[in-house]
Each structure stands twice: as C-alpha cells, then as structure tokens.
C-alpha cells in the first residue's frame, strides 16, 4: 500500500548549525501534512503542519517546505540546539474522510556539542 | 495538565490476560484516536471516534481489541486474550478541527509488555 517514507534514518549535527529532514510521500491525494517530535519515553509532539494547497510554512525555528511534484516533504530546523535532539516524524493525512494520520518509520536526530 | 492524559503509563501482563488502557483527550476535542506504535517505528492507526461514535477501524485492531468512547469524553482499549506480539506503545490522541487543521495532540502512551 501507500505510505509515506523517509531517506534517512539518523542525522547528526552541529549545535547551531541547521537541520534539514526529509520525507517523500507516495500518495497523491494526501492533502494535509504534519510533522512531530518524539523524544524517548514521550508521545509524539506537534511541530509545524502545511496542507498541499501550500508551498512552505515557517514557524518558530522550523520550516516546512513541500514539493507536489517530487512527492517530497522537509522539515528545516534553524540553530539547531540539543534540546531539539529527538525522532521526527512526518505524517500524512490521506483526504476525503479518511482523519487518521499515516506516518513514516521517522528519523533520529542527534545534535553534537 | 490540560493535555492527553493516558492511564496506566505501564503494563506487565501474560500472555492471554485481558488489558483495558483508558484515555482522557483535551476537554473541547472532539475527535479522539487509538494508535500503536513499536520499537523504531511510526505510530499504526487502530480507531478513531467522533463525539461517542466509532467511524473507522483500521484492519489492525483485530476481534481482540475493542474501544469505546461512551459519553464522548474518555476513552478506553481493551485487548482480549492477549499475545506477545500486542507488546508496544499504545498512544492517544485527540483533535478539534478548526480551519482545515486537523492537529492531533498525542498522549505519552502506555507501554504494554506481554510475557
């Protein structure tokens, strides 16, 4: 079936440099996109989300960029620091009815001193 | 605290003991969501509710589970004779649409180890 993935699973860096995280999704008729931050031992954690009528998103040290045409989804973290240290997940709600979201494996996070 | 709250945090059960996990979602939310997730992986999608009715059910949550949102408040989960392979992290969440926002607020989940 469909679902949604992502390219890397660890990536590591720099305290205060940038993040970038990307997901690629393979259904079309996604219409709603959400990205959240899982640290160990806690629920996942709303971030930033963009619904596909969208383009780019920006937040409070985060970007959401999506690309309809590459089926591709980032998330850009700005100054990273290591409380941002976590897994991220994207998760994609797929339209019509359906309001469960589907998301993918995730990526792990670890910010260096 | 005014987010999801899910009880018990913990579970140690064996294997063909029932289990009943509730869920307690933000008091104006509508919407509330069961799903599982295991070591390394996404959270699965099992079942949602809107108000007390349960509109979809994933083909995951086989005749063993069962949920109920009676009151269109809290939420329960039971599984049934379990099996170790229920062991995982069983997370709530609950939504209120506003805008086209469909932004789920999970809780902190609880952790089922079936021996």
């Known amino acids: 079936g469909e679902s949604v993935g992502l390219h890397l699973p660890t990536l590591s860096v720099q305290e205060g440099d940038n993040s970038i995280i990307n997901c690629a999704y393979s259904?079309?008729?996604?219409?709603?996109f959400i990205w959240y931050k899982q640290e160990s031992g806690k629920g996942p954690q709303f971030i930033i989300d963009?619904?596909?009528?969208?383009d780019k998103r920006q937040g409070q040290r985060v970007t959401v960029l999506l690309n309809k045409t590459v089926k591709h989804l980032s998330l850009q973290i700005a100054a990273t620091q290591p409380g941002d240290s976590a897994v991220y997940f994207c998760?994609?709600?797929?339209?019509?009815?359906?309001?469960?979201?589907?998301f993918g494996s995730g990526t792990q996070l670890t910010v260096l001193p | 605290d005014t987010g999801v709250s899910q009880d018990p945090r913990h579970k140690i059960t064996k294997r063909g003991q029932n289990v009943t996990f509730r869920c307690d979602p933000i008091?104006?939310?509508?919407?509330l969501y069961w799903y599982r997730q295991t070591l390394g992986q996404g959270p699965e999608f099992l079942t949602y509710f809107q108000n007390e009715a349960q509109l979809e059910k994933s083909r995951l949550l086989s005749d063993r589970f069962s949920a109920e949102r009676p009151k269109g408040s809290f939420s329960t989960l039971e599984i049934q004779r379990t099996e170790q392979g229920d062991s995982a992290m069983y997370l709530c969440?609950?939504?209120?649409?506003?805008?086209?926002?469909?932004?789920?607020?999970f809780g902190a989940g609880t952790r089922l180890s079936v021996l």
């Open positions: 969440a609950s939504s209120l649409t506003v805008g086209g926002q469909n932004i789920q607020y």
């Open positions: 259904n079309s008729a996604s219409d709603y």
């Open positions: 998760a994609e709600n797929m339209g019509g009815s359906a309001r469960q979201l589907t």
């Open positions: 963009i619904r596909s009528n969208m």
């Open positions: 008091s104006e939310h509508n919407r």
